[in-house]
Structure formats: structure tokens, C-alpha cells
T-cell receptor, first 113, second 115 residues
Framework: GQNIDQPTEMTATEGAIVQINCTYQ??????LFWYQQHAGEAPTFLSY????GLEEKGRFSSFLSRSKGYSYLLLKELQMKDSASYLC??????????????FGAGTQVVVTP | ETGVTQTPRHLVMGMTNKKSLKCEQH?????MYWYKQSAKKPLELMFV???????ENNSVPSRFSPECPNSSHLFLHLHTLQPEDSALYLC??????????????FGPGTRLTVL
């Protein structure tokens, strides 16, 4: 099985930077996803990491260290609209699980003026 | 319609009712998923369909019954539910390739309340 841990809530001010950590324990690994979910809406894809290192996409970056079972999502120049839940999800390695994602409980980010 | 759609968006039902949730994907994907999202808990995978074949049933009680008539449509039939089944039910789809990354696209969900 897999265990995905991320903080429950983080608060930051507009224009600041916030880093959301995700640690995972898994018997196999074939990629880590970050999703954003606004209240009452569908989760939307933000980023994907399968190799170690940093992936940058505008104000959002995601980092992966497979040896440490660790990822983070970095949100820069925070805007009020970034207030949402951020979900970390890991995909397993076995052939019968390459379509399945295991999700963390999500980190609620609150952006204040 | 684009993306993944779900109906109804909200549903209130009694424990003796029978209802169905519907999901449709317009993305040409070959896999569809049902998830349950309860407050403060991780998304729980319920069922996976790959090319219309059910490949996963995550120990879901039999009061939830999925149906996938084709690769674009997915249903979740509900009967004799319990109040603890109240949650947001999310449908997702993806194009599954051999070990390739397959981003899942989610529908807006059905907010279910069982009285």
C-alpha cells in the first residue's frame, strides 16, 4: 500500500511564497501529481514529476526526490485566487496499477490580503 | 459539452431510495474512475474501468453498483445507502498508456446527502 502525508492547512499573504510538502511511502512508484481543488469544484491538474528535480510552470513549481520519498509544490507571487486545497497523488508501479492514483488528504492554502 | 460532466450536481436521498449518478467524458479517454471525497479525508478510489472492463473494486459495499456501458459513460447506482455515505462523488477519466503518465481529468462531482 501507500501512505501520503501533507500538512492540513497553510496560511500566507498575497504576493508571498508558500511551499507545500508531501511525503510518501510506497512499494512502487511511477509518478507524482499535484492537483488544485477550489471549494465545490473538480480537482484540476497542476504538475507531474517522475524523475528527480524541479519542474517549473509559471508561478508554480514542483520538486521530487525519489530517494527521500518527498515532493513539494511551490507557489510564488500568491494571489487571492490561489486559495484552494492542493492534493498530492502518487501513481503505483505494478502493471495493474498504472492507472491508479493514491491521494493525500490535501493541504488547504488560505491567502490573506 | 467538453471535459468530464456529472449529473446531478446535488442529490438528497433517503436510505430506502434508489438513485443513479451519471458521468460522461468527451475526451476520447479509455479509462474512467469513481472516487469518494469526504471532508478532511483523502480522495478514496472506488472503481476503475479500463476499456469498459472493471479492473478495480476497492472493497466498496454492494450498495454501490457501477456500470460502464461504453468508454464514454459511467454510472454509479445507489440503493439502501447509509448517512455515512454522504460525500462528494467524483468521476474522472484518463488515457492510460503503457507506463506513460496519464493525467486524470475530473468532473465537478455530485454532492450526495443521505438522510
Amino acid at each position: 500500500g501507500q501512505n501520503i502525508d501533507q500538512p492540513t492547512e497553510m496560511t500566507a499573504t498575497e504576493g508571498a511564497i508558500v511551499q507545500i510538502n508531501c511525503t510518501y511511502q510506497t512499494s512502487g512508484f511511477n509518478g507524482l501529481f499535484w492537483y488544485q481543488q477550489h471549494a465545490g469544484e473538480a480537482p484540476t491538474f497542476l504538475s507531474y514529476n517522475v524523475l528527480d528535480g524541479l519542474e517549473e510552470k509559471g508561478r508554480f513549481s514542483s520538486f521530487l526526490s525519489r530517494s527521500k520519498g518527498y515532493s513539494y509544490l511551490l507557489l510564488k507571487e500568491l494571489q487571492m485566487k490561489d486559495s484552494a486545497s492542493y492534493l498530492c497523488a502518487v501513481r503505483g508501479m505494478t502493471t495493474d496499477s498504472w492507472g491508479k492514483l493514491q491521494f493525500g488528504a490535501g493541504t488547504q492554502v488560505v491567502v490573506t490580503p | 459539452e467538453t471535459g468530464v460532466t456529472q449529473t446531478p450536481r446535488h442529490l438528497v436521498m433517503g436510505m430506502t431510495n434508489k438513485k443513479s449518478l451519471k458521468c460522461e467524458q468527451h475526451l476520447g479517454h479509455n479509462a474512467m474512475y469513481w472516487y469518494k471525497q469526504s471532508a478532511k479525508k483523502p480522495l478514496e478510489l472506488m472503481f476503475v474501468y479500463n476499456f469498459k472492463e472493471q479492473t478495480e473494486n476497492n472493497s466498496v459495499p454492494s450498495r454501490f453498483s457501477p456500470e460502464c456501458p461504453n468508454s464514454s459513460h459511467l454510472f454509479l447506482h445507489l440503493h439502501t445507502l447509509q448517512p455515512e455515505d454522504s460525500a462528494l462523488y467524483l468521476c474522472a477519466s484518463s488515457h492510460v498508456r503503457d507506463r506513460g503518465y496519464n493525467e486524470q481529468f475530473f468532473g465537478p462531482g455530485t454532492r450526495l446527502t443521505v438522510l
